[in-house]
C-alpha cells in the first residue's frame, strides 16, 4: 500500500527565508508526486508535480528515489505563501482514484 | 478559468438525517470524484464515477453513501443517515481523463464542511 508522511504539521517562519516542506513516502513501484496547496478559504489546487521539473512560484520540489522523498523549497518565502500544503502520490499511470494524500502542514510566513 | 463549485459550503444536520452536497464539475471534464477530510486527518478518496456509475468506492463509502449524476452539470453525495463521525470537509473534484498525470489533473472545489449534532 502506498503512503505519504508529512512529519510536520506546522512550519513558521519570516519573510525572506528559506522554506522546506518536508514529504516522505512509501510505495513499491514507480509513484508521481505532487503538490497541492490551500490557501485560506480557498479550494485545494495544484501547485506542482515531479514529472514537470517546473518552478511554481520559486517553489521546486525534488523527486529523490533513494531518499524517497519530495521536499518542497523556496529560498525567500513571502507572506502570500502562508497556506496549508499537501504532499500527495500516485502510482505511475494509475487512475485518479489512487492519490493518496499526506495529513498536510501549515506554512505560516510572518512579516 | 472555469472552476468545480460546491453548495452548500457548511452544513449542518442532526445525526440521522440525510443531506445532499451538491457539485458542478467543470463541463468538459468526465470523471469525478468525492474526497472528504476529517478534521486535523488527510484527505481521503471516497469514491469515483464515469459515464454515470461508480468506477471505484473506498471502504468509507459503505451503504450510507450513494452519488448521482441527475442531470448534465450535477454530481451529488447523499448520505442516508448521517453519523457524528460523517462530520468532515466534503471536496468534490473533476478530471477531463482517468490519470493523474500531466494531461489530467484533478481540480477541486472549495470544499462543504458537514457538522453532524
Known amino acids: 500500500a502506498q503512503r505519504v508522511t508529512q512529519p510536520e504539521k506546522l512550519l513558521s517562519v519570516f519573510k525572506g527565508a528559506p522554506v522546506e516542506l518536508k514529504c516522505n513516502y512509501s510505495?513499491?513501484?514507480?509513484?508521481?508526486l505532487f503538490w497541492y496547496v490551500q490557501y485560506s478559504r480557498q479550494r485545494l489546487q495544484l501547485l506542482l508535480r515531479h514529472i514537470s521539473r517546473e518552478s511554481i512560484k520559486g517553489f521546486t520540489a525534488d523527486l529523490n528515489k533513494g531518499e524517497t522523498s519530495f521536499h518542497l523549497k523556496k529560498p525567500f518565502a513571502q507572506e502570500e505563501d502562508s497556506a496549508m500544503y499537501y504532499c500527495a502520490l500516485l502510482p505511475r499511470g494509475g487512475a485518479n482514484s489512487k492519490l493518496t494524500f499526506g495529513k498536510g502542514i501549515t506554512l505560516s510566513v510572518r512579516p | 478559468e472555469p472552476e468545480v463549485t460546491q453548495t452548500p459550503s457548511h452544513q449542518v444536520t442532526q445525526m440521522g438525517q440525510e443531506v445532499i452536497l451538491r457539485c458542478v464539475p467543470i463541463s468538459n471534464h468526465l470523471y469525478f470524484y468525492w474526497y472528504r477530510q476529517i478534521l486535523g486527518q488527510k484527505v481521503e478518496f471516497l469514491v469515483s464515477f464515469y459515464n454515470n456509475e461508480i468506477s471505484e468506492k473506498s471502504e468509507i463509502f459503505d451503504d450510507q453513501f450513494s452519488v448521482e449524476r441527475p442531470d448534465g452539470s450535477n454530481f451529488t453525495l447523499k448520505i442516508r443517515s448521517t453519523k457524528l463521525e460523517d462530520s468532515a470537509m466534503y471536496f468534490c473534484?473533476?478530471?477531463?481523463?482517468?490519470?493523474?498525470?500531466?494531461?489530467?489533473?484533478?481540480?477541486f472545489g472549495n470544499g462543504t464542511r458537514l457538522t453532524v449534532t
Open positions: 473534484a473533476s478530471s477531463e481523463g482517468a490519470s493523474g498525470q500531466a494531461n489530467s489533473p484533478l481540480h
Open positions: 510505495y513499491s513501484g514507480s509513484p508521481e
